[in-house]
């Protein structure tokens, strides 16, 4: 009877769900299209860094339906699968490891970071192949225009995590700061990926987040409504990329840009 009635609520919250200027709208659809082509080894090497990732995740991660990639990685053995209720309201979803057990708060952070990338593509940006970090972190590759990209450093903020996860990154406590002291520019650009709005502001109040991007992913029944901010301002749609920490390189240009054009060609001829 309980579940009953909080599939009731939850249905009752998402019909009065309102979108504000900014935000987007995670829909199922949204995986029933690719954004680019992976690279060979992708997929297998994801999942490998990792200690657990649902198919969604990949999908979301890759930009890619991976209509039956994950069934012949299955059939081969190179990967193993086990059904996880704790990532679902519905019912039971595969998550996918190489390692000697399957870490379900792995599955639920990769999940949480995977929406920063979608929602980051949805603002199209093209970020090209996502990598796992030993700390959990994710890296990507981000184009800014013909000649620069960002290097990305997309890190999961949990209620759990956050003190141990931003004593890592360049945030600074607001406690902490020393005006006289000369900061280490950092190659990378930190994306912080946080789980609710109330975590957000208590870690606004404690940390300086200056010249890093936020993306605030909240839960309303059972969609997900996702936000991104950079310096405190919203990310509109004519947010200016350029913003972000660069690099030169045109190597790695064409090469994130190559999946996508080679998605483009595909389609192209199909329609012909």
Do not use: C, H
Not at 127 to 140: F, I
């Amino acid at each position: 009877m309980e579940n009953f009635e909080s599939n009731l609520n939850r249905k009752e919250e998402d019909k009065k769900m309102d979108l504000r200027e900014g935000e987007l709208l995670f829909k199922q659809s949204d995986l029933k299209r690719s954004k680019r082509l992976m690279e060979v080894d992708e997929l297998v090497s994801l999942i490998s860094e990792s200690r657990g990732v649902s198919r969604k995740t990949l999908m979301l991660l890759t930009g890619n339906m991976l209509r039956k990639d994950l069934k012949k990685l299955e059939d081969t053995k190179r990967v193993k699968a086990k059904e996880v209720s704790e990532i679902s309201y519905k019912k039971p979803q595969k998550a996918y490891y190489t390692s000697k057990k399957l870490s379900v708060n792995s599955v639920k952070l990769m999940e949480l970071m995977s929406y920063g990338i979608w929602y980051l593509r949805e603002r199209n940006l093209k970020v090209g192949r996502v990598t796992a970090k030993e700390d959990g972190n994710l890296l990507a590759t981000a184009v800014i225009n013909e000649n620069t990209y960002s290097m990305l450093e997309v890190v999961g903020i949990t209620q759990r995590n956050y003190i141990r996860k931003l004593a890592s990154t360049n945030v600074k406590k607001i406690s902490n700061l020393d005006k006289n002291k000369k900061e280490i520019e950092q190659l990378t650009q930190t994306v912080l990926v946080i789980e609710s709005r109330e975590l957000m502001l208590a870690i606004k109040r404690e940390y300086v987040l200056k010249n890093i991007v936020v993306i605030l992913v909240q839960s309303v029944g059972t969609k997900k409504i996702v936000k991104g901010f950079s310096n405190d301002s919203v990310m509109k749609n004519d947010y200016d990329f350029s913003d972000l920490k660069t690099q030169n390189g045109n190597r790695e240009v064409e090469r994130v840009l190559e999946g996508y054009e080679r998605l483009n060609t595909m389609n192209t001829f199909k329609s012909n």
